[in-house]
Structure formats: C-alpha cells, structure tokens
C-alpha cells in the first residue's frame, strides 16, 4: 500500500469532543476539547490543551479546576457550537439547553445531561506554542446510575457515546472485542458423549 507523506499534523483521531465546563455554577462556561487524553492511572491523571485565547483559558487558569464531560450523540450538537462560540458572547449552558449542576469536589459545574463526568483540578501547566496544556488529577468521578447494574459494573456502552475525526462528528458503533481479548484462552471444547450401543 502506497503512503503519501504530509506535513506534520494534528491527525490522531478519533479523539472525544468532550464538552469542558468551567467557572461557577452561578456563572458557567462551557468548551468543548478534542485534545484531552487519560496520561496516568495512579493517581488518575488527564489534560485538557486549550488556545491562551480562548474566554475558558482565564477561567480555569484562575481557579485551576474544571470538569469534563463526555458527549453522546444527542450532545453533539452542543458540542458543536461550544466549539465554534465564545462564552465572552452568549451563555452557552442556557443557549444548548444544558443545565449546570454542583460537582463534588470542584468549583466547576457538571453537565446534568452528560452520562459521565470528570472532577478535575490542575497540577501544571505546559506552554505548547498554539495551546497550552492543563495537566490535571481527576479527583471525582460522576457517573449516570443508569449506566451501572445491579453488581457496580459501569456499562459505558450503553451512553451512546460520540466520536470527533477531522472535522466530522461519529456516533460510536459496534463492539469489536474487549480488553485483552486478542490474548485471552479459550475455554477448552466439551467433547460429545459416546452413544450406547
């Protein structure tokens, strides 16, 4: 297969567009993130790269915490527009119709709409050179109870979660395999009885 070779680029994909929250739940903002990514487990660590631009970079730059918030499908629409408009213009929860509710461990509101959210409180800040990039510990976890049975397991699956790629927008599709699957043995054959004679 025969490649073409292409200037440096921000083609990782698909990557989540996640909707970030941040201020107060008496004065919110929203964004919405496609650069964001899961960087340790102990302690749970994420980041967030946003443009010093942005009217969300001040906010969570001065309180140094923020949530986010994945997207479903019927989200994607929101996400959208909180990519594409400013907070310094409109209210944006009040615009998509989303509603801002207090987080447990942070200043920043949660997404009531959104199946799962993630409490985040920043513990560094990288200058990248067009973003800069908030690394942050997630210190809670706020998850749709109708997505964990009756044991405590989380079922994601059944969000309808959505997915970013150059540019468009992708409601997340079939199950491929599970974590470790490639590698995992197979229960041995049960091998069929002889008949009487």
Known sequence: MAKLVWKPGALLAPSPP????????????????????????????????????????GLIRESGEFVINLTTAGLVRAADFCGVRSGRELDKFAHCGLTPVPASEVSAPLIEQSPLSLEC???????????????????AVDVDEQLVDREGKLHLSRAGLAAYAHGEYFALGERLGTFGFSVRKKPPRKQAGRRAR
Request: hydrophobic share 40%; proline share 7%; net charge positive.
């Open 18 to 57: 996640a909707l970030v929250s941040c201020g107060t739940v008496e004065a919110p903002n929203l964004l919405t993130i496609a650069w964001t990514g899961i960087v340790n487990t102990r302690p749970a660590m994420t980041y967030i790269s946003v443009r010093p631009e942005r009217y969300s970079y």
């Open 121 to 139: 409180r920043v513990k560094q800040i990288l200058p990248l050179g067009s973003h800069e990039m908030f690394l942050s510990e997630i210190v």
